[in-house]
């Protein structure tokens, strides 16, 4: 992969109370890639991405955007980068005073003041893009987890953003839910030609959707490369995790997913 | 020394709170000049705050100056004529009955109810969606509920001292054998517009010391449901008192000061 830099994480370090939670952190995501932040339940991934789109302030280190440190700028610039970015949040984050048509709405209404029919048509183009035309009506607690986690990336890409973060997508869905939602959001980016980091812990899903992995374990990167060189890799500490990764899949899972 | 560490930590949060509801008044402040396009959500807090509130102010307003038109009555009976009961009823319900109580029972609904909605939405990562989308929340839910709350507490004020002193004047002629037309010259004597209109300036900086607790507490929410019920009796406890504090100041100040 060999395009220019568009993030540019550098000595992370975050610290809740006495829990250390990252401990120098340095990433790098290509423009046009889909980076997977792979790694266990509690190990920091989730804090990372915050990191990257201004939600958390680190102990120490910086979030190079296009060049530029998110946490020196101003509440209106930083609003202002925050437009290149859509996330899709673990547990989606719909707000559930709204319809789903709301929801995917709202970026459109607040930050370029559409309305009518051009938001109408808006909607249900992003509606159909994740498979739930004509939902626009209900309201977040009348659908189901995997479609929330739909319309939320129906939100998250509703304005073309130009970097889609993907907290842990698939966590909470079975296993023919997730496999829809990876194949969402291999289509998703194939569609929109945007730069992506999938945060996960499903070894399946980083090897399906990813061109590029980084292991986290206990709030350091123990591995940065392409999915190939990751199961090629002699790490113990990667070893480690893919040899439980495995465990928890099935011999058919594991194959599909290229375990082999 | 444990109670000195305790009443230590008391201190540095209570002037964590105290900073903290500061930078949330400033950045909604700040947020007004982007009103137009906030003019929707206001109207619908408005609706919210007041005209939803409305019941339990008309309740509380009748029986408030019922009661003291009885409490007058009795207290007074040796001292003074009937013919100034109105005087006394009036004036107690538009500065202090009036203005006070309708916040003490909005501190209670409304302070609640926006600190558990924006508390909920935070333990839930609303607001972090909000925020990723480059929406500021402090311009789309805590400015429209402050601006509300600062519109429909001298109003609903209004109301509540028209129906405290109707009240009053009811049971005064049923009850303790005055009549309507004394209880009206009452009112008449020594009747200042300033009364009136010092308990309407008391009811804007109380509206706006409810929005801004039920605010500040919803924003600072953790940890789920339990986070989500200490913001609402935070918010709660905090409205109340500051009403009662700041209503001494306010009384100082307008009636002691300004109006003497």
């Known amino acids: ?70 946490f020196d700028m101003s509440v209106k610039e930083l609003g202002e980068a925050r437009q290149h970015f ?3 949040f673990q547990g989606a984050a719909l707000f559930d005073s709204m319809t789903v048509g709301e929801n995917i709405g709202l970026p459109a209404v607040e930050r370029k003041g559409m309305r009518g029919q051009e938001l109408e048509t808006l909607i249900e183009d992003k509606l159909r893009l994740v498979g739930l035309e004509g939902l626009s009506g209900l309201r977040p607690s009348e659908i189901s987890g995997g479609m929330k986690k739909r319309v939320a990336l129906a939100r ?97 899972e594991s194959d599909r997913a290229g375990l082999h | 020394m444990d109670f000195f560490a305790r009443i230590g930590q008391s201190a540095i949060n209570m002037f964590g709170v105290v900073g903290a509801s500061g930078i949330v008044f400033w950045r909604a402040l700040i947020s007004l000049r982007r009103l137009p396009r906030s003019t929707k959500l206001v109207v619908e807090q408005m609706q919210r705050i ?119 004047y009811v049971v005064s002629n049923v009850a303790l054998d005055v009549s309507g037309k004394v209880f009206v010259d009452g009112m008449r004597t020594l009747f200042y517009a300033g009364d009136v209109l010092g308990g309407l300036v008391k009811a804007c900086v109380f509206g706006l010391i409810i929005a801004l607790m039920g605010c500040t507490a919803g924003l600072a929410a953790r940890g789920g449901a339990v986070g989500v019920g200490r913001a609402a009796t935070r918010a709660v406890v905090a409205s109340c008192v500051l009403i009662l504090v700041s209503d001494y100041v306010l009384t100082t100040l307008i009636y002691g000061i300004i109006f003497s």
């Open chain 2, 50 to 168: 007041g005209i939803e509130s409305l019941p339990l102010v008309v309740v509380t307003s009748i029986f408030t100056g019922a009661v003291a038109s009885v409490q007058v009555s009795y207290q007074l009976k040796a001292y003074l004529p009937k013919a100034y009961l109105g005087t006394a009823i009036f004036k107690s319900v538009v500065i202090e009955l009036g203005p006070v109580l309708t916040a003490l029972v909005l501190g209670g609904r409304v302070g609640a109810s926006i600190a558990a909605e924006l508390g909920t939405m935070r333990v839930t990562e609303q607001i972090d969606a909000m925020e990723a989308m480059a929406i500021d929340p402090h311009r789309y839910l805590v400015m429209p509920r402050m601006l509300a709350a600062l519109i429909m507490l001298p109003i609903l004020t209004i109301i509540a001292d028209t129906l405290g002193v109707g009240g009053g």
């Open chain 1, 1 to 70: 992969m060999s395009g220019r830099t568009l993030i540019d994480v550098r000595d992370l370090w975050k610290s809740f109370g006495d829990n250390q939670v990252l401990k120098g952190i340095s990433l790098e995501l290509i423009e046009g890639e889909t980076l997977v932040v792979l790694g266990p339940s509690g190990c920091g991934k989730s804090v990372l991405l915050k990191h990257i789109i201004g939600l958390l302030v680190p102990d120490r280190g910086e979030v190079l955007f296009c060049g530029r440190n998110i």
């Open chain 1, 86 to 88: 859509g996330m899709v």
């Open chain 1, 156 to 252: 998250a890409i509703a304005l073309n953003p130009d970097i889609i973060l993907y907290d842990e997508p698939t966590t909470g869905l079975d296993p023919i839910m997730a496999e829809q939602i990876n194949e969402l959001i291999r289509d998703t980016q194939n569609k929109l030609s945007a730069t992506s980091i999938v945060v996960t812990h499903d070894l399946h899903s980083a090897c399906f959707i990813g061109d590029r992995v980084a292991l986290v374990e206990s709030g350091r990167i123990e591995f940065v490369g392409s999915t190939d060189e990751l199961m090629d890799t002699e790490d113990k500490a990667v070893r480690n995790f893919i040899a439980r990764g495995r465990a928890n899949l099935g011999p058919r």
